[in-house]
């Protein structure tokens, strides 16, 4: 009898047993040796970012691997020569240390600002001291009342920086010499915006346009309040939300009335000459408001009050478009108006490799002296007009017409020969091509064709009438967003792929269009950065990304796979990210990490550091994955990205589900009753969705900054990618219809862990939308939890590793049955030095 009754309670307890979750235990030590601090110590550069010079055919570059930084200049058109070092690292250290006086060797050469002379024989840069000097240009360095040189008002102690030592280096004889008189240049102010001859400066003040020498510009740079600067008012009819450029933007009411005496930026466009530049006003004053407040400011919370359109509202703002003429001081308004609520914008000339070092460079208009280029669009996004505006006249050409059913998108046209023909970009048959005009706008050709996405201009060789673009979705059997380099004739023939195959590519052209600087890589590759010539050829290799740090670390690389989306037919591509201790005969949770798009999917493509939301949350003991959705990224055909016109909310979860589910058929080592799901903003909103439209299927989601209620988000991103109608009346006037499907309308069918958050003065997401959420959720009388991020806008700033770890924490107990974190978080705690009791 007591056999039976033993072996009746041992069959008792295990079927008890197996009623209970199985714990598991979460691999926090592993996910800690990831934090973004430490991958900064372990991978350092993963790209060539090349310095063109004008005056020949070499750039210069830094790039740093674990056994620090080396710059290097290369002749691009002396193959033999290879690249080289700069410098002698070892002998500069010791030259500067002798001057300097401080200690530095090859490995720690603190080199900052270099830049070419002139003659581009030597170069410059300055090196920051440990010694301690008076502030120059303030009213310490200037002495005070009760004081000599070096006191402030008062006898206070005068304030200090750290002494910078200015040099120049002759790359020809290798001498190095102290500029010891040397002027350094003041960083350019904000609101500045230079004329191309550099001697006048632009800005608004008090809501309009001003505009002083660069004499008086040296003294703002001093002392902005200096009172003998003197300034020139430009125009008088500006008023607030409805001025002549302005805002510093993100400021609370105080700062507002703080700072309305203040020059600010006005953004303006030049003509090449300087004669005449171009601005867009815009009359925000019936925009309505919005509000956040920033409880934790000192010494009292403070109110942040800013114009904010919601879709369908009818309070939008007005863009006008103006043209100065600098030499008489005069303006007009340019007739621009076509349709209601319109978007109107003027490009910007492409800027020239061998200005990127340029401080102080004028914003040139695309286009001559006689005509610029200019684009409006109307509220709905399905028409587009392409424009150029007589200067003389001021008579505005409509050249090309974009029209489509759903929302039509624009880049940048590309002139030949000063606009004796153009080159436009354009989804018309359903994949983004370039197609060339005429000056009149009439079709000459179409350049490219077939099924596949081009992206950019790169370059346009006029004289050989040769095109430089870049494209994906081409080349067959690789990752169709793989981006490459392209060339081919203005008349469609000669197209040629000049990057590498099966990679992604990132390629920078230079000037003459003789060169060009490219990295390639993907998830699961190490960067490798080339110099090819403008026929692909590779002329040599310039670095390969070291690895060896996250190697030793334990690192590996992530997986690329592909599945079908929920209708069986569409291809989706994603990546899988394993713990670094993965084993296969383990079980483990699945998390999917989304974002919806339209604009972009978040799946890799190229290798890179962002590791937060996927290398790192595997390591906790997850199965960690990203893919694309229908509807989710414009870099394919124009039906893929417009598949969720009109049904935003709802339109990506399908896809996501059948993602997961196929890789469960593919992997005995996924657990498909445990699917968790995160993401921030779009995927904020798109984690809380796939819980309450599969409620049975996703178990778990953290849910961060999310537009939940995309009818109070910002009107531009939700009317384009769900839809507005306009409507006009039997009297002819324009409305504009909008209704979308909203997160908390589900809100009762919840069954599972739900975990929302937000920054409390997010004033691009704002706040509301979690907050109507958790309305819905009380309502409904379901349980969840809500993280409030104070002072924290929609990025989470100063908080963003805070709240990774209590997702970390929301997945582990949620997913492995994990509740064993300490109320510390013991992996932040760790990195904090405990000498300064201040930290």
Not at 115 to 130: P, R, V
Not at 211 to 222: E, L, P, S
Not at 496 to 506: I, R, S
Not at 595 to 609: L, W
């Amino acid at each position: 009898m007591r056999i039976f009754v033993f072996i009746y309670m041992m069959f008792f307890a295990v079927a008890v047993m197996a009623q209970q979750p199985v714990k598991q235990k979460a691999n926090y030590a592993l996910a800690a040796r990831f934090s973004p601090d430490k991958i900064s110590k372990m991978l350092f550069s993963t790209s060539v970012d090349p310095h063109w010079l004008k005056l020949s055919d070499r750039f210069w570059y830094v790039y740093e691997t674990r056994e620090g930084k080396t710059w290097y200049i290369v002749d691009a058109k002396d193959a033999k020569s290879g690249k080289r070092p700069l410098f002698d690292h070892a002998k500069l250290a010791a030259e500067i240390t002798k001057i300097v006086k401080d200690p530095f060797d090859a490995q720690h050469l603190p080199i900052e600002k270099l830049k070419f002379t002139k003659d581009e024989n030597s170069i410059t840069f300055e090196i920051k001291s440990t010694i301690d000097e008076v502030k120059k240009d303030t009213a310490a360095a200037r002495g005070g009342r009760n004081g000599g040189a070096g006191a402030r008002p008062g006898g206070a102690p005068a304030a200090t920086e750290k002494k910078i030592f200015y040099f120049e280096y002759n790359l020809i004889t290798a001498v190095l010499t102290e500029l010891k008189d040397y002027q350094k240049p003041k960083d350019r102010l904000m609101w500045a915006s230079f004329s191309p001859d550099k001697k006048y400066v632009l800005y608004s003040k008090k809501n309009n346009l001003y505009y002083m020498d660069t004499a008086n510009y040296r003294k703002a740079q001093i002392k902005e309040e200096d009172s003998t600067i003197v300034e020139y008012q430009l125009t008088t009819d500006g008023v607030e939300d409805y001025g002549y450029g302005g805002g510093f933007g993100n400021e609370t009411n105080v700062e507002k009335e703080r700072n309305k005496d203040k020059r600010k930026s006005a953004f303006v466009m030049w003509s090449p000459d300087g004669k005449y530049f171009t601005l867009t006003r815009t009359d925000s004053r019936k925009v309505k408001d919005l509000w956040v407040i920033n409880s934790i400011a000192e010494p009292r919370p403070t109110l942040e009050t800013y114009k904010y359109q919601m879709p369908g509202e009818k309070e939008a703002p007005i863009r006008e478009l103006y043209l100065f003429n600098f030499e008489s001081k005069t303006s007009k308004k340019i007739g621009v108006a076509a349709f209601k609520d319109q978007e109107i914008g003027v490009w910007s000339a492409p800027l020239k490799q061998f200005q990127r070092d340029e401080e102080n460079r004028a914003t040139i208009w695309l286009g001559t002296n006689e005509k610029f280029y200019m684009n409006r669009t109307s509220r709905d996004l399905k028409r587009i007009d392409v424009c150029a505006v007589n200067v003389a006249t001021g008579a505005v050409t409509t050249l090309i017409e974009e029209r489509m059913n759903t929302y039509v998108e624009i880049r940048r046209v590309g002139l030949v020969n000063d606009g004796k023909e153009m080159i436009q970009w354009s989804e018309r048959d359903g994949w983004a091509h370039f197609y060339l005009y005429d000056e009149n706008g009439k079709l000459k050709n179409q350049i490219t064709s077939g099924a596949f996405h081009c992206e950019d201009i790169e370059a346009i060789d006029e004289k050989n009438r040769v095109l430089y673009f870049t494209a994906n979705g081409r080349e067959p059997n690789e990752d169709p967003y793989y981006l490459h380099l392209y060339r081919v004739n203005f008349d469609g023939t000669g197209l040629k792929l000049l990057t590498t195959a099966n990679h992604d590519n990132q390629a920078s052209m230079d000037d003459n269009m003789r060169y060009f600087i490219n990295t390639y890589s993907r998830v699961n590759t190490a960067p490798v950065s080339l110099l090819q010539d403008n026929t692909g050829r590779v002329i040599m290799q310039l670095e390969k990304t070291d690895m060896s740090g996250l190697l030793e670390a334990g690192y590996k690389f992530p997986e690329p796979f592909k599945v079908k989306a929920a209708d069986g037919i569409t291809d989706l591509y994603g990546v899988m990210y394993k713990p670094f201790n993965f084993d296969s005969t383990k079980i483990y949770p699945i998390i999917e990490y989304v974002y919806p798009g339209p604009q972009t999917e978040a799946v890799n493509k190229a290798f890179g550091r962002g590791m937060d939301r996927v290398d790192r949350l595997a390591q906790l003991g997850f199965v960690v994955i990203t893919v694309g959705n229908r509807g989710g990224h414009p870099s394919r055909s124009k039906w893929y990205h417009n598949y969720g016109y009109g049904n935003l909310r709802d339109y990506g979860l399908a896809d996501k589900k059948a993602a997961i589910e196929q890789l469960g058929y593919r992997h005995k080592f996924i657990d498909v009753n445990k699917v968790g799901i995160h993401g921030h903003s779009g995927g904020g909103f798109m984690s809380t969705a796939a819980m309450l439209v599969y409620p049975d299927f996703f178990k778990v989601a953290v849910s961060s900054a999310g537009n939940h209620e995309n009818n109070i988000y910002n009107r531009w991103w939700s009317e384009k990618h769900h839809g507005v109608k306009e409507l006009v009346s039997d009297k002819g006037d324009t409305s504009f219809v909008y209704s979308i499907e909203r997160n908390p309308e589900l809100a009762k069918n919840l069954k599972g862990h739900l975990m929302l958050s937000h920054g409390d003065i997010d004033n691009n997401v704002h706040p509301g939308n979690t907050l109507r959420m958790v309305n819905a959720l009380i309502k409904a009388n379901k349980r969840f939890e809500l993280v409030v991020l104070p002072g924290q806008r929609h990025g989470y700033g100063t908080m963003t590793e805070y709240f990774f770890w209590k997702m970390c924490d929301y997945f582990s107990l949620h997913l492995l049955g994990d509740d064993s974190q300490p109320v510390d978080m013991e992996e932040m705690n760790r990195e904090i030095e405990k000498g300064d009791p201040g930290k």
